[in-house]
T-cell receptor
Framework: DGGITQSPKYLFRKEGQNVTLSCEQN?????MYWYRQDPGQGLRLIYY???????QKGDIAEGYSVSREKKESFPLTVTSAQKNPTAFYLC????????????FGSGTRLTVV | DQQVKQNSPSLSVQEGRISILNCDYTNSMFDYFLWYKKYPAEGPTFLISISSIKDKNEDGRFTVFLNKSAKHLSLHIVPSQPGDSAVYFCAASAGNQGGKLIFGQGTELSVKP
């Protein structure tokens, strides 16, 4: 069964620590995306990648980093430079064209303690 | 600058009646629009989409209308069911932006029995 998997579902981090969120897809999709959801602000784009070894900043990339070494994987690192990292993070993937939109993972809730 | 706006944070509807969710956009380059449904602590799921060359698209109980001159789209759900209770996001894409979706803030729909 094809899908997109995010892990872990819940993550706690101490202030000043970097943390990496995992995102894996077996849909053979070329493009992958990271969004952040905060109450009342919808989904905001952090980074996206259309092909392996290439990625672009989204609207709120500061304090985050990504890599795309494999088509299936697009991990997101939340660095200590991110001022307000507590949020719900969503990974998505898509085929070329948007006829079927994005497929989203189930999300990771990151809490800084 | 919020390019996609959902001005109603919440909507309450009686079961069996019509639900109308609205979305406005500012970027005239947007040429593809999508609606997503989201339950708490889950990823959004794709609902329905419309290309800018159309003004209406139907899928079962769900119809999306696009008014390009007003830069406005709406999602109609008829008849509404309690299982439709969720947060609905509209999203837009411009063909020259490589499939990047810009999301609205979301509208929480509550369908009461």
């Amino acid at each position: 069964d094809g899908g997109i998997t995010q892990s872990p579902k819940y993550l706690f981090r101490k202030e000043g620590q970097n943390v990496t969120l995992s995102c894996e897809q077996n849909l053979n999709h070329d493009a992958m995306y990271w969004y952040r959801q905060d109450p009342g602000q919808g989904l905001r784009l952090i980074y996206y990648s259309q092909i392996v070894n290439d990625f672009q900043k989204g609207d709120i990339a500061e304090g985050y980093s990504v890599s795309r070494e494999k088509k299936e994987s697009f991990p997101l690192t939340v660095t200590s430079a991110q001022k307000n990292p507590t949020a719900f993070y969503l990974c998505a993937s898509s085929r070329q064209g948007l006829d079927y939109g994005y497929t989203f993972g189930s999300g990771t809730r990151l809490t800084v303690v | 600058d919020q390019q996609v706006k959902q001005n109603s944070p919440s909507l309450s509807v009686q079961e069996g009646r019509i639900s109308i969710l609205n979305c406005d956009y500012t970027n005239s380059m947007f040429d593809y629009f999508l609606w997503y449904k989201k339950y708490p602590a889950e990823g959004p799921t794709f609902l329905i989409s419309i290309s800018s060359i159309k003004d209406k698209n139907e899928d079962g109980r769900f119809t999306v209308f696009l008014n390009k001159s007003a830069k406005h789209l709406s999602l109609h759900i008829v008849p509404s069911q309690p299982g439709d209770s969720a947060v609905y996001f509209c999203a837009a894409s411009a063909g020259n932006q490589g499939g990047k979706l810009i999301f609205g803030q979301g509208t929480e729909l509550s369908v009461k029995p």
